[in-house]
């Protein structure tokens, strides 16, 4: 019977890291953005955000739609090419979901220094 518990909660404690793992990583997003689009545009997380008229998550979670491409044509609208060449590398790498999590971030008010 002991045996079957430790299993349980060996099982559980796996399972439980297991998902958190899957889940997006907000500092992972700003590194990425940072890398791939602010590096090579020099423009922040929180200007680029006003230059696409994000005000809430609903609106980014439509950008983020169909694997980010809403969000590359508003920067592309927005006259902000490089931007949106930056993007394309991070959906490429298969990281939107970070980003995503670090532009809900910002949007929430956790904007890191030299943001």
Partial sequence: MKKLVK???AGALIASVATTMSFADYNKGFKYFNKYV??????????FLKKIDVEDPDDLDALFANNAKG???AANKAGLPKVAEGLKKIVK???TKDVEDFLKGILNGKVPAGC
């Avoid at 602010?38 to 200007?47: F, L, N």
């Fill in 71 to 73: 969000l590359i044509e």
């Fill in 93 to 95: 790498k298969h990281k």
């Fill in 38 to 47: 602010k590096k090579s545009s020099g423009v922040t997380s929180t200007a």
């Fill in 7 to 9: 299993m349980l909660a």
